[in-house]
């Protein structure tokens, strides 16, 4: 009994072996299909996702009548030595742009040897933008290189007019928005965005402004509305007033 009981062992074990080597060569053969993901990050201690942009061709000069933004997107998979194609596809649910007229997808790339590419829309500065800011809710389209990847990171927004239009983000110093008071910080500055930075602890990237540059915009855009003020005194609107017939204040 003793003896049988040991060779029954045996061949479980041999058979045990057998399954094993034959998992791990399944494992070791498998190659993940190459995925893409939106990889928008704000520059913050945590890296918090963004899902979303604004623009306005209202900075633009009158002449330019589209523009190309690019989001960060990146990759699943094993690096490749060669360019790879990325593309972008609308989500109807929310779109109000219309692909061709409102914009366009044109391909965008992974270079060789990298993790993160980007991925252009052009947008074109139709007649409706004047009167109407138009939205489109986008996603990763599928193309010989990459399928969707990240569920969470699978879907960005981005809205455009020709007219004043909130940026996004909007400085706290500036206090409460309105059109009115962006059109004079437009006017004043000669500045229309303001990225800036999240956190102390997280160093500035190129562009982005510093809290202490953020809180000296605000002081000189102050002193020029005191000084506007004084010049326009008596006339109407004058003190500032907003849209909503609310004093501007920085």
């Not at 062992?9 to 045990?16: A, D, M, T, Y």
């Not at 366009?104 to 500065?125: H, Q, T």
């Amino acid at each position: 009994m003793n003896f049988l009981y040991k060779v029954t062992i045996g061949v479980l074990l041999i058979v045990g072996l057998f399954a094993l080597a034959g998992c791990e060569k399944d494992i070791d053969g498998y190659t993940q299909d190459p995925r893409l993901y939106f990889f928008e990050r704000a520059n913050d201690v945590n890296r918090t996702r963004v899902s979303s942009r604004t623009f306005t061709f209202l900075t633009l000069a009158d002449e330019e009548m589209k523009d190309t933004l690019y989001i960060k997107v990146k990759t699943m998979g094993e690096i490749v030595n060669r360019d790879r194609q990325v593309m972008g596809k609308t989500i109807a649910e929310g779109t109000t742009a219309i692909e061709g007229v409102d914009f366009d997808f044109i391909p965008g790339l992974v270079p060789a040897g990298n993790i993160e590419g980007l991925l252009p829309v052009v947008l074109y500065r139709t007649l409706r933008l004047k009167n109407e800011t138009v939205v489109l809710n986008l996603t990763i389209g599928e193309t010989a290189d990459f399928k969707a990847g990240v569920i969470e990171d699978e879907v960005f927004t981005l809205s455009w007019a020709d007219r004043l239009i909130q940026p996004n983000p909007w400085p706290f110093y500036f206090g409460a928005y309105s059109n009115v008071k962006y059109q004079f910080i437009i006017d004043e500055l000669g500045i229309a965005e303001f990225p800036s930075q999240l956190s102390p602890r997280v160093e500035n990237l190129p562009g982005e402004y510093s809290l202490a540059d953020l809180q000296d915009m605000a002081s000189r855009l102050r002193v020029r509305l005191r000084e506007v003020n004084t010049e326009n005194f008596g006339k109407p609107n004058y003190p500032l007033r907003d849209e909503n017939g609310a004093l501007v204040v920085f």
